[in-house]
């Protein structure tokens, strides 16, 4: 089985955001980045079905050269081999998709993997344009998985309730948390992932679709009421959901 494992370089949850001065770009300076967590479940899934049913791992990303440390991430986990798709920061959903795309129809995977969105710019396209663009069956959101011979079988989060999915192979499946706890990489993983060659493709983008035109931080000027619960605090609550919420 092949498995084509798409991940993502995405700024630390932790990490305190700033705006650069063009008003569209996220400042660099002290921020550090990750494997998209989504991206580490689906890992930890294709890992998982390797070891199950044999075959080859592969990791991708499109992105700079700086890139180059989640595929470390991925090799150390457990992927045989890592694609770099010389991309941009500025690069939208479908320009991804497409250089993702294209390799895709090189190496001909049994089934690709990806997180269900980045934590970045949270568009939860991707699963959904390469499932278009390579005119195959895809799944949203998984949270469990069983290959079986030529079919795959998920469990599915959806709104008030869970679904059970059937799709033939080849297909894209979208991860969820809960699917798998991803694995920590060991030391002797990490150094020997840290020399393992990459393999490095030029862009085939034929561009954006889509444009920043600003960014901003979130506003946090509301100020918290702290009230008691005596006579005069509730009614000074019930007089804020009236007035000045106005819910009541």
């Known amino acids: 089985m092949k498995i084509l494992i798409c991940v993502s370089r995405v700024p630390d949850t932790t990490a305190r955001i700033s705006i650069e001065e063009d008003g569209k770009t996220i400042s660099e300076t002290g921020v550090k980045y990750i494997v998209n967590p989504y991206d580490e479940f689906a890992l930890e899934t294709g890992i998982r079905l390797k070891e199950q049913h044999g075959g080859e791992c592969i990791a991708v990303t499109v992105g700079i050269e700086k890139s180059q440390d989640v595929l470390r991430t991925s090799l150390a986990m457990g992927c045989d081999n890592a694609i770099l798709v010389k991309g941009s920061e500025n690069q939208d959903s479908f320009s991804v998709a497409e250089n993702i795309v294209a390799v895709a129809r090189d190496v001909s995977p049994d089934i690709i993997v990806l997180g269900r969105q980045s934590i970045d710019f949270d568009s939860m396209q991707m699963q959904s344009l390469l499932g278009a663009m390579l005119d195959m069956p895809s799944v949203s959101v998984a949270s469990s998985l069983d290959v079986d011979g030529d079919w795959a079988t998920c469990l599915c989060d959806i709104e ?89």
Request: charged share 30%.
């Open 160 to 248: 008030g309730g869970k679904e059970t999915v059937k799709t033939p192979l080849p297909c894209i499946i979208s991860t969820q948390k809960g699917i798998y706890e991803p694995r920590y990489p060991k030391l002797p993983q990490i150094m020997k992932a840290k020399k393992k060659p990459l393999e490095v493709r030029d862009s085939v983008s034929t561009g954006n679709r889509t444009e920043v035109l600003s960014m901003e931080i979130p506003k946090t000027s509301r100020v918290g009421k702290i009230l008691s619960d005596s006579d005069s605090d509730i009614a000074e609550i019930v007089r804020s959901l009236a007035e000045d919420a106005k819910v009541i």
